[in-house]
């Protein structure tokens, strides 16, 4: 019995250090001005060089530990977020990058602005900027790391259900 305890604490050591030493991350834009967007990918560039902690940029959600949003959740892509956040295995991430992604920003208050990230899937960093510079995103990357490394839980699994966001009526007559 002690043997078998002692196989699944190794194992999990394995699997923290796996997740810490390479996490995987997709980008999705849920509707912003792009300032952010552009961040990233200077994030990703050899200047700054986000891939010495092991991040890798993935095209599929599905093999994609991390999902980095930007922007706020327009009515549009609300759905399309659930979507890509459910294809992720898990445990999964989501960093929040630029003040939209946080609150709405500059779009709060407009008829087709749902909020910030987290009115519709559990975020577990928020990156503040408008638009934050690659140090930002980077300092929030590595909070998220060692958050890991001290065996955080996921936000999707501390909550276990999506909060449903009710899409008011626009009257536009």
Known sequence: MALN??????????KTWARVN???AIHFNSGSCNGCDIEILATLTPRYD???????????????????????????????????????PEPKFVI????????????????NILGGIDQVIPVDVYVPGCPPRPEAIIDGVVKLLEQLKAGYQPAAQRSRTL???????VDLG
């Open 50 to 88: 986000v891939e010495r902690f092991g991040l890798k940029l993935q095209g599929s959600p599905r093999h994609a530990d991390v999902l980095i949003c930007t922007g706020p959740v327009t009515r549009q892509a609300r759905d399309r977020l659930i979507r890509i956040y459910e294809q992720m």
């Open 22 to 24: 390479s996490p995987w």
């Open 96 to 111: 929040a990058v630029g003040s939209c992604a946080l609150s709405g920003g500059a779009f709060q208050g407009c008829y």
């Open 5 to 14: 305890t002692t196989w699944q604490g190794v194992l999990e050591q394995l």
């Open 163 to 169: 909060r449903p966001v009710p899409v008011p009526a």
